[in-house]
T-cell receptor
Framework: GQNIDQPTEMTATEGAIVQINCTYQ??????LFWYQQHAGEAPTFLSY????GLEEKGRFSSFLSRSKGYSYLLLKELQMKDSASYLC?????????????FGRGTQLTVWP | GAVVSQHPSWVICKSGTSVKIECRSL??????MFWYRQFPKQSLMLMAT?????????EQGVEKDKFLINHASLTLSTLTVTSAHPEDSSFYIC???????????FGAGTRLSVL
């Protein structure tokens, strides 16, 4: 499998900014994905990075550095509803039909 | 984003019975779908890759005779848990790939409880 590492838990307060890091080790990198998963629900797609740089989408941004095997998800103006698990996933060129390798997820708790 | 429908959302069954879970891509065609299993507070574990018109590719350690996958059309894949036992109780989630970026969109998941 692939070695994908992200923090287990993070906390922040409403209105703040939080950065969730993800590091990975893989051969033939072919994309990095971030998903949000609320408790008891299925993951929802947040972002996709395949080239270096920052992708901004509203309050959420995702950054990728392929040379460092590093990505982060940046959440701005945090809201209570942002409390969820955030999953980092990597795809390889050799992946069977595009399968993803998921990290263990970062449980974010937003306090009022 | 693309919409993936998964049914049922919740099922309780007796030990020894079989349960079928459906995964449909509602507004796009999906040559490839994926089936995952997730235990509480853990990440997604890929069980198998479902390919339209051909046999599914199972991950190591997943019994293909126990978890039957059928992908008979470009919009439907089914997972049948045969002779279910309490240890099969889990949250099962499907996903379908869409677009040139091959982004996976997930169904709502099925919570299976085997008594």
């Amino acid at each position: 499998g692939q070695n994908i590492d992200q923090p287990t838990e993070m906390t922040a307060t409403e209105g703040a900014i939080v950065q969730i890091n993800c590091t990975y080790q893989t051969s033939g990198f072919n994309g990095l994905f971030w998903y949000q998963q609320h408790a008891g629900e299925a993951p929802t797609f947040l972002s996709y990075n395949v080239l270096d740089g920052l992708e901004e989408k509203g309050r959420f941004s995702s950054f990728l550095s392929r040379s460092k095997g590093y990505s982060y998800l940046l959440l701005k103006e945090l809201q209570m509803k942002d409390s969820a698990s955030y999953l980092c996933a990597v795809r390889n060129r050799g992946s069977t039909l595009g399968r993803l390798y998921f990290g263990r997820g970062t449980q974010l708790t937003v306090w009022p | 984003g693309a919409v993936v429908s998964q049914h049922p959302s919740w099922v309780i069954c007796k030990s020894g019975t079989s349960v079928k879970i459906e995964c449909r891509s509602l507004d796009f065609q999906a040559t490839t779908m994926f089936w995952y299993r997730q235990f509480p507070k853990q990440s997604l574990m890929l069980m198998a890759t479902s390919n339209e018109g051909s046999k599914a590719t199972y991950e190591q350690g997943v019994e293909k005779d126990k978890f039957l996958i059928n992908h008979a059309s470009l919009t439907l894949s089914t997972l049948t848990v045969t002779s279910a036992h309490p240890e099969d109780s889990s949250f099962y989630i499907c996903s379908a790939q869409q677009g040139w970026k091959n982004i996976q969109y997930f169904g709502a998941g099925t919570r299976l409880s085997v008594l």
